[in-house]
């Protein structure tokens, strides 16, 4: 009786110590994520005003992954990439945040690298390509991204992890899957560029400057398909087994239905095309 005592309050004490772990981490998180939303909007308003723009908006700072946050613009912009260099030291030397990061200037016009650098604590293993060269008038989105791969383990005390690390290790056959479980979330905000969107099938929704497009299920599934055999045609009886067959219903209309919607959530790009091949089926068009 006495060991099964014991044993239950090890259970107990294993639980309190990881909620209190997870609490602590997420207020961390928390922390670091606004600090680093508001440093990054002073960033945008610093590149502005290095223009000569005092009117034109800073969108809304968007973390589109654990330590990668997305910077834009409500018009097309030049810039000098030094300007963009000097901001970033400055506002997040004040934000007190790690100083080890990697900057990609994107172009929305086809996702491509315009510009980026590396900085690292050792001045030696940055990379930082020479600035006085003005970006040329375009649209672009600034990602930002921590090297840290955990910024709230630099918070914690050595001996909180150990106890952790203890309590895991007698335990870890129970927490294995919740552990696993919060990995395969974060992993699946892995994105997919699509024209001058972010598709995020495994979060059914589309990202566009800042803005989020749900999706329902349906179509999430089905533009999933199109875009992995972008240029190519699938047909319609393919669509229609992969989407509904595995649920004993096919509806030849709905399909339309579906392409129908998704047609009105990608028209602002006019670079994506949904094409209707008559009689065969249909073919996601990205323009270069």
Not at 10 to 30: M, P, R, W, Y
Not at 147 to 172: K, M, R, W
Not at 173 to 192: C, E, I, L, P, Q
Request: hydrophobic residues 40%; charged residues 20%; neutral net charge.
């Amino acid at each position: 009786m006495m060991k099964k005592n014991q044993y239950h309050l090890i259970i107990i004490f294993a639980v309190l110590l990881l909620l209190s772990f997870s609490c602590t981490t997420q207020v961390d998180t928390d922390d670091v994520a606004g600090r680093t939303k508001v440093a990054l909007r002073a960033v945008g308003n610093e590149v502005l005003i290095s223009q000569g723009d005092t009117t034109s908006v800073v969108m809304p700072v968007v973390q589109i992954s654990a330590n990668t946050y997305q910077l834009s613009f409500e018009y097309p912009l030049s810039f000098d990439p030094t300007d963009l260099h000097n901001a970033l030291a400055l506002n997040i030397e004040k934000a007190g945040l790690p100083r080890a990061y990697k900057v990609e200037v994107i172009q929305c016009s086809d996702g491509e690298v315009g510009y980026s650098y590396l900085l690292r604590n050792e001045k030696h293993h940055s990379i930082i390509p020479c600035g006085g060269r003005l970006l040329p008038q375009s649209c672009y989105t600034i990602h930002f991204n921590f090297l840290n791969s955990d910024i709230a383990e630099t918070q914690n005390s050595p001996l909180f992890y150990l106890l952790v690390s203890l309590v895991l290790a007698f335990l870890g056959f129970v927490f294995y899957s919740r552990f696993h479980s919060s990995k395969n979330a974060t992993g699946g905000m892995n994105a997919t560029i699509l024209g001058s969107f972010y598709f995020y099938p495994d979060q059914n929704k589309l990202v566009k400057a800042a803005t989020e497009i749900p999706l329902s299920r349906k179509e999430c599934e089905l533009l999933e398909i199109l875009v992995t055999n972008v240029n190519q045609i699938v047909k319609r009886e393919d669509l229609a087994k992969q989407i509904w067959e595995d649920q004993g219903v096919i509806v030849g209309r709905s399909l339309d239905t579906y392409i129908s919607k998704l047609r009105k959530k990608l028209k602002s790009d006019e670079s994506l095309k949904i094409v209707n091949v008559h009689g065969v089926g249909y073919k996601l068009e990205i323009e270069p």
